[in-house]
């Protein structure tokens, strides 16, 4: 089993920046893709960025260049750095977790909120 704990989510003004921190524990094997995903209230759950166990990296359309994402594999843990922040990044962030075959894993979940 798989425990994903997220942390760093808040209030912000828009402009600000908020880092968000994931951190594995439990039986975790080395080859996989940890990211994070958001949904605002009346959307679907959509992806914000991901990253490999190798270091490549995906982002969604929408955060290109203002998001950062990394991860400390010895830590098992993941981060996403968020720059200038804008109100509709408002919304509650979710780390994943995801072996190859589909298995994976979700976070209780942070919020963000950008207030405008």
């Known amino acids: 089993q798989v425990e994903l704990v997220e942390s760093g989510g808040g209030l912000v003004q828009s402009g600000g920046s908020l880092r968000l921190s994931c951190a594995a524990s439990?039986?975790?094997?080395?080859?996989?893709?940890m990211g994070w995903y958001r949904q605002a209230p009346g959307k679907e759950r959509e992806l914000v960025a991901a990253i490999t166990s190798g270091g490549s990296t995906k982002y969604a359309d929408s955060v290109k260049g203002r998001f950062t994402i990394s991860r400390d594999n010895t830590k098992n843990t993941v981060y996403v750095q968020m720059n200038s922040l804008k109100p509709e990044d408002t919304a509650a962030y979710y780390c994943n977790l995801k072996y190859p075959g589909k298995l994976e894993y979700w976070g209780q979940g942070t919020q963000v909120t950008v207030s405008s």
């Open positions: 439990g039986s975790i094997f080395s080859i996989n893709t």
